[in-house]
């Protein structure tokens, strides 16, 4: 595994929706013109923690995930300008049937060190997550977002509850507008979307939270 991670910085919003919600039209948010047909991918992540919790109290995350095209481990926190996230490929190896024996590689490693020096970390929550992505696009072609309808099945490993929700998450792209006024504007709109036929803002910040009922 290659020691240098990519790095992206997710601008986002979650709404928490019903199983029988009707998916909303978000092609007449500013600057889209066209929303693709859906994309199904299956995903399997495994997050991972120390025994006290240090990266969750610090709003860090490291999971393994698999399927959709950013399969691999991520280090995922929050800054000012939005989520940042680290990624490097799965490479060979499978996920082993007893989650216990998960290894987290080096590179992952050092890149939350900061927050937990060398405390172990162990599997917190599995999420499993049937997800249906639709790009949005402008007159142009150019993504101005992605809208991703999901529904997820999480365990909590360590409680040994299981939960399962549906939602909907919609991430900027490279085209949506790059000054906070035009993001604000474009998120005001989908939130009256949302909200016009039954979304509302999501009850947790993450996936990872909702798993272990926060």
Known sequence: ??????????????????????????????????????????????????????LASARVAVRRRSGGPDEGWHVKFSAADGRHEYGWPLGDEALPAVLDQLAVPEPVREAVSQWCADEALSPLARVRNTRRAYALTGADGALVAELVDDRVTASDVRGGSTTSWREWEVELGPAAPGDPAGREAFFAAVDAAVAAVGGRPASSESKLQRALGR
């Open 1 to 54: 595994m290659t020691s240098e991670p990519t790095r992206t910085i997710e601008v986002e919003r979650k709404y928490d929706v019903d199983d029988d919600t009707p998916l909303v039209d978000l092609v007449r948010m500013p600057g889209v013109a066209a929303v693709g047909e859906p994309e199904l991918r299956e995903l399997d992540a495994v997050y991972l923690d120390t025994s006290a919790l240090t």
